[in-house]
């Protein structure tokens, strides 16, 4: 009776009495025959439904894996990448493979790691040298991009980026923080007395709509305006390109003088000792100067004097000659004398 465990060979037997032991031993074996042929019946079933889910997970398992792959390939061949690092890239002066080769000796880049993909599937004619691995080009690298970008926004390839628009495009906000003034003038601007120092400091303090510029017409006549060029006689035993200073030779107190420094940003007119010395001029036509000239180093120096003497540039008829005031300083010099704004504008 354990044997079988359908319920209708009990509901037979309430149905159908039976009267002998061997008559129920026929019946019970029917029943249970019946019964294990439906137990196996269902065990294939369960065996043939498993391997086939089994089969269907194995085939989307290989399937997703192609599909993986083949995107991969697709992204390759394409140089898009999904899950990119940055919204944005910053343009190059250069391909992004020549920015590879002249930084790649450098300890600041960030080498990846072989290609995973299938390599039976890669296009052997191309090449990426920042994999170092065939499958794409190092043009078509999105991987590189990544990187070089992240070396850019680091600051480390400012001579790879191409500069466009302006400084304040380029850079953002470069409003100043702070102001830096200095003013840089001689006795020739302002004077050398006391009440000549606080005169120049009033004028440069007022309101500029209190300053008022009145031009006088010149009784002299007008002077024709000559165009100062230079030919290929003047650059003779010059090597070019060059940043040499402009050194010429002038006429002063009718001495010729050579090695004559032109400096813009001088507010003196100089002239070295050494000069002065042989133009056999009295010292005691020097007159006495207080405003000492400064040095880079901070330091003072105080001219012997100042005195005014005749200046000639030019040959006739293009000639010109002026008063200028030169400073007389005791310091060595490669140069006989510099010619700062003063004497230029007087030309």
Same mark, same amino acid.
């Given at each position: ?12 037997? $309430? =149905? ?11 019946? #019970? &074996?029917? /029943?249970?025959?019946? !019964? %294990? ?87 052997? $004619? =191309? ?11 190092? #043009? &078509?690298? /999105?991987?590189?991009? !990544? %990187? ?200």
């Amino acid at each position: 009776m354990q044997g079988v465990r359908d319920k209708s060979f009990l509901a037979s037997l $309430d =149905k159908n009495p039976l009267e002998t032991l061997a008559k129920f031993m026929t019946r #019970s &074996d029917k /029943y249970a025959n019946a !019964e %294990e042929t439906k137990n196996l019946r269902e065990a294939a079933q369960n065996v043939k439904i498993s391997v086939k889910e089994s089969t269907k997970k194995e085939v989307d398992s290989a399937g997703g894996k192609k599909r993986k792959e083949d995107r991969t390939r697709d992204e390759r061949k394409s140089g898009k990448r999904p899950d990119r690092r940055f919204s944005t890239y910053t343009s190059l002066n250069k391909p992004q493979e020549q920015v590879l080769m002249e930084i790649k000796s450098e300890g600041f880049v960030s080498w990846p790691n072989k290609l995973r993909s299938n390599p039976n599937r890669w296009n052997n $004619d =191309k090449y990426c040298h920042y994999h170092r691995d065939h499958g794409h080009s190092t #043009s &078509d690298c /999105y991987h590189l991009q !990544e %990187e070089i970008e992240r070396l850019t926004r680091e600051g480390r390839l400012r001579e790879h980026v191409e500069r466009t628009g302006t400084v304040e495009e380029r850079s953002g906000d470069n409003r100043p923080t702070e102001e830096i003034r200095t003013i840089v003038d001689g006795p020739r601007g302002r004077g050398d007395s006391n009440n000549a120092w606080k005169s120049h400091v009033k004028s440069i303090s007022r309101p500029e709509s209190e300053i008022l510029i009145i031009a006088r017409p010149s009784k002299e006549k007008k002077k024709e305006k000559y165009c100062i060029s230079f030919t290929d006689e003047d650059a003779r035993r010059i090597h070019h390109p060059h940043d040499d200073a402009l050194v010429i030779t002038l006429t002063i107190a009718n001495r010729r003088v050579f090695h004559i420094i032109i400096d813009t940003g001088s507010s003196t007119d100089v002239l070295f000792t050494h000069a002065f010395n042989k133009m056999s001029i009295e010292r005691s036509t020097l007159r006495p100067v207080r405003t000492p000239l400064i040095r880079f180093s901070g330091g003072q120096i105080l001219p012997e004097g100042i005195i005014s003497l005749s200046l000639t540039a030019g040959s006739p008829p293009q000639q010109a000659t002026v008063m200028v005031d030169f400073l007389i300083i005791d310091q060595s010099s490669v140069y006989n004398a510099i010619l700062g704004r003063p004497s230029l504008s007087l030309l």
